[in-house]
């Protein structure tokens, strides 16, 4: 079985709008698309990278639609060809997720992020958040933070 990267939202977008760490990314891209990995992140995080888009596209001189409708593709086809997993947010999720916003104190967004990443059995999550990876290392997972 291929090793398992959750990416968080903030880790997506920076396959698809240049940020620090975005090279990072790229390789975790490129070896999802030869195999060699599996990325996978959840339902939610597509919402939310809508958001970031819609929110900063035009700031960074970007067609916030095109962008995301870039990384539909891209995300479907790595998911076509089992290199990536996408995470239901079940209500099952949501349970445990808020049981860890009460214990960690942190955002249901995270939380979300943290509770996905088990769920899929994910060698590491990565994300660009310090809370977020503070809060999945101390629930267990490996953790790379791209700040």
């Known amino acids: 079985m ?3 990267y959750y990416l968080d939202t903030s880790v997506i977008v920076k396959r698809y709008v240049e940020e620090r760490g975005s090279q990072m990314v790229d390789d975790l891209f490129n070896r999802a698309h030869k195999g060699s990995i599996v990325i996978a992140f959840s339902y939610w995080n597509v919402g939310e990278a809508a958001v970031v888009f819609d929110k900063y596209g035009e700031k960074l001189g970007l067609k916030s ?3 995301f409708r870039m990384m539909l ?3 479907r086809m790595l998911f076509r060809m089992r290199s990536a ?3 239901n947010v079940t209500p099952k999720i949501i349970r ?3 049981k860890l916003v009460f214990n960690r104190h942190i955002y249901v967004a995270d939380a979300i992020q943290i509770v996905s990443a088990k769920q ?3 060698h590491m999550l990565v994300t660009g958040d310090v809370k977020l990876a503070e809060a999945s290392m101390a629930e267990g997972l490996e953790t790379l933070c791209l700040t």
Do not use: D, I, Q
Request: no cysteine.
């Open 65 to 67: 639609t095109e962008v």
């Open 85 to 87: 997993n996408m995470v």
């Open 120 to 122: 899929v059995g994910a």
């Open 2 to 4: 291929s090793e398992r």
């Open 96 to 98: 445990e997720s808020v």
């Open 73 to 75: 593709r891209e995300l």
